[in-house]
Protein backbone atom coordinates (compact mmCIF):
# COMPACT_ATOMS: atom_id res chain seq x y z
CA UNK A 1 0.00 0.00 0.00
CA UNK A 2 1.53 3.36 -0.92
CA UNK A 3 1.72 6.24 1.69
CA UNK A 4 -0.31 9.41 1.29
CA UNK A 5 1.42 12.88 2.16
CA UNK A 6 -0.70 12.83 5.44
CA UNK A 7 1.09 9.21 6.05
CA UNK A 8 4.52 10.79 5.42
CA UNK A 9 3.89 13.94 7.41
CA UNK A 10 5.85 17.21 6.81
CA UNK A 11 9.05 15.54 8.21
CA UNK A 12 8.71 12.59 6.21
CA UNK A 13 7.77 14.70 2.92
CA UNK A 14 11.09 16.66 3.08
CA UNK A 15 13.40 13.68 4.14
CA UNK A 16 11.90 12.25 0.34
CA UNK A 17 12.72 15.97 -0.87
CA UNK A 18 16.06 16.40 0.31
CA UNK A 19 17.22 13.47 -1.47
CA UNK A 20 16.29 15.01 -4.86
CA UNK A 21 17.89 18.52 -3.83
CA UNK A 22 21.69 20.08 -3.61
CA UNK A 23 20.98 22.51 -1.75
CA UNK A 24 19.65 23.29 2.32
CA UNK A 25 15.84 22.57 2.78
CA UNK A 26 14.42 23.11 5.82
CA UNK A 27 11.20 22.99 7.24
CA UNK A 28 10.44 26.89 6.92
CA UNK A 29 12.79 27.52 3.72
CA UNK A 30 15.45 26.43 1.42
CA UNK A 31 18.91 27.77 0.07
CA UNK A 32 18.53 28.44 -3.97
CA UNK A 33 21.61 27.61 -5.98
CA UNK A 34 24.39 30.24 -6.90
CA UNK A 35 25.44 33.59 -4.63
CA UNK A 36 25.46 37.06 -5.28
CA UNK A 37 28.16 39.13 -3.47
CA UNK A 38 28.88 36.35 -1.30
CA UNK A 39 25.25 35.93 -0.12
CA UNK A 40 22.83 32.82 -0.68
CA UNK A 41 19.28 33.17 -1.36
CA UNK A 42 16.46 31.69 0.75
CA UNK A 43 13.10 31.35 -0.62
CA UNK A 44 10.17 30.15 1.58
CA UNK A 45 6.51 30.05 0.84
CA UNK A 46 3.59 29.58 2.94
CA UNK A 47 0.01 29.59 1.73
CA UNK A 48 -2.97 31.06 4.17
CA UNK A 49 -6.15 29.66 3.49
CA UNK A 50 -9.60 31.42 4.34
CA UNK A 51 -11.58 29.65 6.54
CA UNK A 52 -8.88 28.00 7.86
CA UNK A 53 -5.57 30.65 8.82
CA UNK A 54 -8.32 33.36 8.82
CA UNK A 55 -12.00 34.44 7.76
CA UNK A 56 -12.86 36.53 5.37
CA UNK A 57 -15.90 37.43 7.41
CA UNK A 58 -13.79 38.80 10.41
CA UNK A 59 -10.48 39.86 8.64
CA UNK A 60 -9.66 42.66 6.64
CA UNK A 61 -7.74 42.46 3.63
CA UNK A 62 -4.60 44.67 5.01
CA UNK A 63 -4.57 42.21 7.92
CA UNK A 64 -4.80 39.65 5.84
CA UNK A 65 -1.50 40.67 3.90
CA UNK A 66 0.13 41.59 6.79
CA UNK A 67 -0.48 38.17 7.98
CA UNK A 68 0.71 36.31 5.22
CA UNK A 69 4.22 38.85 5.29
CA UNK A 70 4.56 37.66 8.54
CA UNK A 71 4.47 34.32 8.68
CA UNK A 72 6.86 34.18 5.48
CA UNK A 73 9.48 36.81 6.79
CA UNK A 74 9.35 34.10 10.37
CA UNK A 75 10.22 31.44 7.53
CA UNK A 76 13.27 33.32 6.68
CA UNK A 77 14.47 34.18 10.16
CA UNK A 78 14.02 31.01 10.97
CA UNK A 79 16.72 30.20 8.58
CA UNK A 80 18.94 33.20 9.56
CA UNK A 81 18.09 34.96 6.28
CA UNK A 82 17.79 38.74 5.69
CA UNK A 83 14.74 39.45 3.89
CA UNK A 84 15.25 41.45 0.13
CA UNK A 85 11.78 41.30 -1.34
CA UNK A 86 8.32 39.29 -1.08
CA UNK A 87 6.61 37.99 -3.25
CA UNK A 88 2.85 37.46 -3.19
CA UNK A 89 0.22 35.31 -4.71
CA UNK A 90 -3.99 35.96 -4.41
CA UNK A 91 -6.34 33.61 -5.27
Same mark, same amino acid.
Given at each position: ?????? &????? =?????? @????? !?? /? #??? %? +???????????????? &????? =?????? @????? !?? /? #??? %? +???????????????????????
Amino acid at each position: MSQTVK &DLGEQ =GLLKIF @RQYCS !EV /V #GDD %A +ATMGGTLADHQMVVTT &DMLID =GVHFSD @RTTSP !ED /V #GWR %A +AAVNLSDLAAMGAKPWGLVMSVD
